[in-house]
């Protein structure tokens, strides 16, 4: 066997001892709660689609006339010739809806962090993280080279013991958190952050992933604490409430315009396709719409999380922490054989000893099925 297919093999086997192998399974999204999976139809608990808009027919109009009036993709980088004219659109509904000057708009979330990051900060500067941010944010530190120092989770007071003794060593930093928790559904403190890195000039940065239409008025995470919390980065992605794909950066004309002149993966990747843009557009309308549809998911997480007797959510996520890998994936299948798709989630996504089922709730998700999903959780948690 040729050495690159031993380790290959080798390590796939280690990960299958551990109850940590990942396989793909071809899931048929046919609307936006269910989904067909080895032919059989589940009501899916595990889609971030929460407004359920990558169904919607605006939503999916805006896209075919994007297609036939400007083609499948993007053709270049932006700087080159891919900045086809409905970004700018884009951007300025996105500025509008966080209340930035300015808007830029990557590829994906991903993207996103992994550009960021590095444009802003160098090999000199500090970066704090909450110690459960999302890969991405830990990816952008990285590429960094910065000191990177991990916080324990949504502890002010722990950051501020690190600022103390570590901000006067380094020239800029940087403070990076997700908005709401992406595997806890749990919010972070951003208006003490904001105001604990104004004390020690340090540049905070949300990760808006999973509050964006859903929390704050649809507005998000920043706008989720009664006041305004001051959050100069307002990161975040199209691809959870807004229903298609994309990520985007918030912030000052200034900010924004050295972002698109520094961040690498702004630079050098090709622009987002037409279709995409468009579909965000019209979806981003459609949250600033507000009411009923804006407000669903949380309501439904809630009932839920009453019903299943959980502490109350304060997001459309709900973790379900059952310990083992083992035991997530033999629950995960328990459910399954109810109807209900709620995927198991597994170290490395979450730290040892908690993996879970990460329950996502939608506007279109029936009560009467919430109901019972909270009567099978509660029975196989306390089994
Ligand atoms: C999903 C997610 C991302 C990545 O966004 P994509 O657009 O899917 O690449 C970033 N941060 C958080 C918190 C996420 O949940």
Redesign the pocket.
Known sequence: MPSLDRFAADKLASLEAKQLRRRLVETERADGISVIRNGKRLLSFSC?DYLNLSQHPEVKDAAIAAISRYGAGAGASRLVTGNHPLYAELESRLAKLKGTEAACVFG????A?TGIIPALIGKEDLVLLDELS?A??WSGAQLSRAKILAFRHNDPAHAEALLKEHRPLHGNALIAT?GVF?MDGDLAPLPALGELAKRYDAWLMS?D??GLGVIGGGRGSVFAHGKKAEVPLQMG????AVGG???YLCATIDTIELVKNRARSFVYSTGLPPASAAAAITALDIIARGGELIEAPLRKARAFTKAAGLPEAQSPIVPVVLGSAARALDTAKKLEREGFLAVAIRPPTVPEGTARLRLTFTASHPDTEIVRLAGLVRELVSA
């Open positions: 971030n994906s979330g991903y993207l962090n999302h991405c944010l997700d992406s990760d992933a999973h992605t199209l691809s959870k794909y994309g990520g």
